[in-house]
């Protein structure tokens, strides 16, 4: 049961880490600064998003009690 | 799409009530009696009839009814105590056993043809998951006082500028990932049981799927309260 909470969500988590990152970097360049910054934002933070799905992937994957 | 037959509707709309449409309605009474909510209040009447019905009076040697109640609580604390430990499973049991009933009774009731299921709205599932979060934080704030900070930072001082929007967004990606599991599963559910209904629901072609439905209902429901426990009880140990 356990099992099957940690691995159903693993792959949802990657995906929406990543369209966090995505979405907040987005806002940051277009809402906060004005398009000014366009794409530094962006990249930076889909950057972030991408290095936490991973990151929550690596957690389980080193998980020594599975 | 077809749109289905739910029958508080009809008798809210034989009343005159506005009841709208479509998911939600535009003022604040269509907002109240759209199908989501009325359904939400189904099922608390339902959580909270039955039980006093079927339990009957408390006695030492338990009667049928109070057998039952006793079997589902017992067993819905020694999960809980299981997986975030005694002390924890006490102070928390009242919010997360309601959870689980609740969405158990919500995500079954839509197996029944003239009723829905008011988790496969996003508003109901999110309203839930948003509850879990905010608990979430402040459970870790009343253990930790301010070191509840350190479950951001990471072990190393130097990377903290890396490590703390890395935990932040994936602190927010469980809102996400929990709301949505439960939400698309259920909708899932509903409006594969309208397509075939709709198809040849006189040769029993829905039938495999409410069979199926009962068991995502049951896992859902199960999946959900096992999550916020791992959230709450990740929240209340130590930072690693």
Sequence with gaps: MRLLADFSTIGMTVAFSIFIGLGFGYYLDHKVFGGRTTPVFTMVFLGFGIFAGFLNLYRLAIRKDL | ??????????????????????????????????????????????????????????????????????????????????????????MMFPMLATFALYILVANMIGLIPGFMSPTSNLNITLAMTLIVFVTTHILGIKFHGVGYIKHFLGPIPALIPLMLPIELISHFARILSLSIRLFGNIMAKETLLGILFLLAGAYFAPLPILCLGVLVSIVQALVFLLLSILYFSAAMEHAH
């Design chain 2, 1 to 90: 799409m077809e749109h289905p037959i739910l029958f508080i509707s009809i008798i809210l709309e034989a009343l005159g009530l506005p009841v709208p449409h479509g998911l939600v309605g535009d003022s604040v009474l269509a907002k109240l009696v759209s199908p989501h909510m009325t359904y939400t209040w189904l099922v608390m009447a339902f959580l909270i009839i039955v039980p006093k019905l079927t339990l009957g009076k408390m006695e030492m040697v338990p009667g049928k009814g109070q057998n039952f109640w006793e079997a589902v609580i017992g067993g819905l604390e020694g999960f809980m105590g299981d997986n975030m430990g005694k002390e924890g499973a006490r």
